[in-house]
């Protein structure tokens, strides 16, 4: 059985009957990222800027290496979510992300403004199969785990020069209860991550 969503093409990597594993980063919390300030929002790592939400028990966290691109080049982005419980937590971590705040089949959410105005995406119907406990990711406390992607690749490869914000979060509380049949599915959502984009 498969349900079929709304998905930006893009990737090559699209592996729409099962999870693709290849992009799938599993890290140490201390690795990834270091404090710049106390209030832990925004953070340097080497030329990169990391962006993170304060949220329980789920914290959504970004990553651009290069927050100011040519027209035309990868805008590469690295997202990750950290368990900040005390237990062990099961996430989706399908490697996609959906431009529809309300699509039930996906929980990676992204969105692009250029000022005020969204900009467009381009998007195809894919199918995606069931989803159980085997396809979860256990993620143990203070853990995180993430997957790279190029916003050029998931929709939106007609970005000319500007200033853009690229809009990210999670909600896996919006899933299909009958295409997620996976009982451990941790149900809730982040806040959302402003990332700001120039290109020149």
């Known amino acids: ?66 927050p100011q691109v040519r ?29 529809f705040a309300d699509d039930p089949h996906f929980p990676f959410t992204i969105a692009v403004r250029h000022g005020e105005q969204p900009v467009p995406f381009k998007c195809i119907l894919i199918r995606r199969k069931v989803v159980s406990d085997a396809d979860l990711s256990p993620i143990a406390s203070g853990m995180l785990a993430g997957f790279s992607f190029d916003v050029r690749r998931v929709g939106y490869d007609e970005l000319p020069r500007g200033s853009y914000q690229i809009v990210l979060w999670y909600d896996s ?15 809730g959502r982040t806040s959302r991550l402003e990332i700001p984009i120039e290109i020149i």
């Open 71 to 99: 027209e035309g080049a990868s805008i590469e982005v690295t997202i990750a979510l950290q368990n900040r419980s005390q237990s062990q937590l099961y996430l989706d971590l399908f490697p996609h992300l959906t431009p």
């Open 1 to 66: 059985m498969h349900a079929e969503g709304m998905l930006c093409k893009a990737s090559k990597e699209t592996d729409p009957a099962g999870q693709a594993e290849s992009g799938l980063l599993a890290i140490e919390q201390q690795k990834l990222y270091r404090p710049a300030h106390r209030r832990e929002k925004t953070m340097i790592r080497q030329s990169g800027v990391i962006y993170q939400t304060q949220d329980q028990p789920v914290r959504l966290i970004a990553w651009v290496e290069h």
């Open 173 to 187: 509380a919006r899933l299909s209860r009958a295409m997620f049949k996976a009982k451990r599915l941790w149900r």
